[in-house]
């Protein structure tokens, strides 16, 4: 992927299968988002081949590819009409789209997007606007708006950024209960390995456009691995299931 003549991500090899929760991390710049941004089909590469869900990308219309992926960004938070109604901006997701004006939804669908608010813990704040929302609830609201067709692959870019620390343990406990046992593909992009939910089993290291390490997560998000990517001594914890990391002398 070649940017303003900068390759932001080079030499990429890396495939999600059925039932794998990938956390991907990295520093600034090391091509986290632009990495879900091809996966979600909302960014083309400059070279190569992806193929998601078994599609070929620039083969195939992403419009309909799109309905099988859950994408949650910032930037497709900002991309929401603040005044829509949160069970609006849930089913906008039944046609790919961001907006409910264009597209009739059943009794069906507002019943499915009612159930989904309250699965993320937010019942009775259907008819809320969105851009009332805190950024907990607005993170749960587009996680249910993900969810709302049954998708095949979720991508996730920082849903827990900005939120508090109840917020965030909040969200990512029901993140963990919600995808126990499920045979969703899941890849979560943080820049904090205490926001990587407990049950991911897998993690991609990115630092400037490629893969430092990429595999089951207690072989990759080691000391040594995050302190070639990042550049300084870090030392790595892993308590019940939930990764930390903080400056330290490196191991020898």
């Not at 790919?96 to 004006?101: E, F, G, K, S, V």
Request: hydrophobic fraction near 45%.
């Amino acid at each position: 992927m070649r940017r303003e003549g900068r390759w932001i991500l080079d030499g990429i090899d890396w495939t999600i299968h059925a039932g794998e929760r990938w956390a991907i991390i990295g520093p600034n710049g090391s091509g986290k988002t632009t990495l879900l941004r091809v996966a979600s089909t909302y960014l083309w590469p400059s070279r190569g081949r992806v193929e998601v869900l078994g599609e070929t990308i620039g083969r195939t219309d992403a419009r309909e590819l799109r309905r099988r992926i859950g994408y949650v960004s910032a930037a497709l938070s900002a991309e929401v009409d603040p005044a829509l109604a949160a069970v609006d901006v849930v089913m906008t997701a039944r046609h790919a789209a961001l907006a409910p004006w264009w597209a009739g939804y059943s009794a069906a669908d507002r019943a499915r997007a009612v159930d989904g608010l309250a699965r993320l813990g937010l019942a009775g704040f259907e008819a809320r606007p969105f851009g009332s929302l805190s950024s907990g609830e607005s993170s749960r609201v587009l996680i249910a708006r993900t969810l709302m067709t049954e998708p095949d692959l979720v991508l996730l870019d920082e849903p827990a950024a900005g939120l508090d620390l109840g917020a965030r343990e909040d969200l990512l406990s029901r993140l963990t209960t919600m995808t126990a046992g499920s045979v969703l593909a899941i890849a979560l992009v943080t820049h904090h390995l205490e926001e990587i939910p407990a049950g991911f089993d897998r993690a991609l290291v990115l630092a400037e456009g490629s893969v430092r390490a990429s595999g089951p997560i207690d072989a990759v998000l080691t000391d040594a691995t995050l302190s070639g990517a990042y550049g300084l001594p870090l030392e790595v914890d892993v308590r019940a299931g939930r990764f930390s990391a903080r400056s330290g002398t490196r191991r020898g």
